[in-house]
């Protein structure tokens, strides 16, 4: 993956309250990190499996899996379970 990185400030409003993130991460984990947002129902955990980023994305699986574990590293997801070509469950730690 490329060094470029991108900057994303993102606003949620929680319990009336008007909240900001930044984030600063390869373009590349912005859209995995869309996709596993997009697959959550209750906005604090996703399931999805590799296989869906990966048809979402257009990514390969060594980059989805390098983009989860910046993801990661950036405290923006947590993988809670790590089974090989089963759902992924991930708590969303960026969205509140």
Known sequence: MAEELIRIQKVAIKDNL???FHI???PYSIYVYLVICA???DNK??????RTIMNKTGLCR???FRCIE?????K???R???KKGHIQIYLLLGVE
């Open 45 to 50: 955990t996703s399931q999805v499996s590799i």
């Open 39 to 41: 697959y959550s129902k």
């Open 24 to 26: 600063e991460a390869h």
């Open 18 to 20: 008007l909240r900001l």
């Open 80 to 82: 809670l379970q790590t």
């Open 76 to 78: 923006f997801i947590k």
């Open 62 to 64: 060594s980059t989805v």
């Open 70 to 74: 910046g993801l990661e590293g950036i």
